[in-house]
């Protein structure tokens, strides 16, 4: 069975760009979470989609955005970057959100 | 206010010793815990989870860890540790919070072991 496959793996932008990050779940899996990993503050949660609709939202502005598609796969916005932004970025899928959760490699961006 | 606390940020041990990585959280109401591992390079992986029953849970690699409920805490521990055990170690909480689930992780235990 495969992972969750994020893409891309590293991104450099500028600030004031957007960007888009792609996460496909665990074939079955419904639940995608998305969580943001820097050294200073851990993992702090972003949001959760489980069947197209956000379930829950994290503490972020609203620069950050995400959707689920039909088929479960999750796309995370983020427009007007600024440096602060620059972290690794993970999904996590779940099944129906239940038990633990899968997670993907990671999509490290780097805001310049 | 953190919700799910790791007191120690970073634990050397040498190879051999005993392990004790404190979780705290502050949620009342039914929980579910969890201990995730990422090693060096390497995605978060589960290492174990505990929803109900025993209170003490045994994980992959000789991990364990005890749900103490009346302390709030879900403190992993292994025996003996090895040099291939160096990793960051997460704990996490999920709980209905208005209506939905929600899963917070604490802010991380870099443990190094040294051969």
């Known amino acids: 069975k495969a992972g969750v496959t994020q893409t891309p793996r590293y991104l450099i932008k500028t600030r004031g760009q957007q960007v888009t990050l792609s996460c496909s779940p665990i074939s079955g899996h419904r639940s995608v979470s998305w969580y943001q990993q820097t050294p200073g503050q851990g993992l702090q949660f972003l949001f959760e989609y489980f069947s197209e609709t956000q379930r829950n939202k994290g503490n972020f502005p609203g620069r950050f955005s995400g959707r689920q598609f039909s088929n479960s796969r999750s796309e995370m916005n983020v427009s007007t970057l600024e440096l602060g932004d620059s972290a690794l970025y993970l999904c996590a899928s779940s099944f129906l959100g239940l038990h633990g959760y899968t997670f993907g490699s990671g999509t490290r961006l780097t805001v310049v | 206010a953190q919700s799910v606390s790791q007191h120690n940020h970073h634990v050397i041990l040498s190879e051999a010793a005993s392990l004790e990585l404190g979780c705290n959280y502050s949620?009342?109401?039914?929980?579910?815990l969890f201990w995730y591992v990422q090693y060096p390079g390497q995605h978060l992986q589960l290492l174990l989870k505990?929803?109900?029953?025993?209170?003490l849970v045994k994980g992959i690699k000789g991990f364990e860890a005890e749900f103490i409920k009346s302390k709030f805490s879900f403190n992993l521990r292994k025996p003996s540790v090895q040099w291939s055990d160096t990793a960051e170690y997460f704990c996490a909480v999920k709980r209905n919070s208005g209506g939905y689930q929600k899963v917070t992780f604490g802010t991380g235990t870099k443990l190094q072991v040294i051969p």
């Open positions: 949620y009342g109401g039914t929980v579910n």
């Open positions: 505990y929803f109900s029953g025993d209170p």
